[in-house]
């Protein structure tokens, strides 16, 4: 996680969602681009049932862009050159 800081833009936020053993950051760092790190606890498995109980409630959908396995390099150059205008699914059938 420390190798993305330097990816950070001014105000930028570190975002540690997940339980890592360490995690090193330089001060200078930090300090220098008004940056910062900050925990979140994730919620526990209800948490996540409640969540996906609202959606469907609520109708909340996600938006994706599928594509068959077969055409996984398309997907993946899609999605790292930016063209991809919402999340790319790989779907396991044609």
Same mark, same amino acid.
Not at 5 to 11: E, I, K, M, P, Q
Not at 79 to 94: I, Y
């Given at each position: 996680?420390?190798?993305v800081?330097?990816?950070?833009?001014?105000?930028g936020k570190l975002m540690v969602i997940g339980a890592a053993p360490?995690?090193?950051?330089?001060?200078?760092q930090l300090i220098g681009g008004h940056l910062s790190v900050e925990g979140w606890y994730s919620g526990t498995s209800i948490d996540s049932e409640d969540t996906l109980a609202f959606s469907v409630l609520?109708?909340?959908r996600s938006m994706n862009e599928i594509?068959?396995?077969?055409?996984v390099a398309?997907?993946?150059?899609r &999605?790292? *050159?930016?063209?991809?205008?919402?999340?790319?699914?790989?779907? &396991?059938? *044609?």
């Open positions: 996680m420390a190798a800081v330097g990816g950070l833009g001014t105000d360490t995690l090193t950051v330089s001060p200078g609520a109708g909340v594509f068959p396995l077969e055409r398309e997907a993946y150059e &999605m790292m *050159s930016g063209q991809a205008r919402f999340r790319v699914v790989l779907t &396991m059938s *044609s």
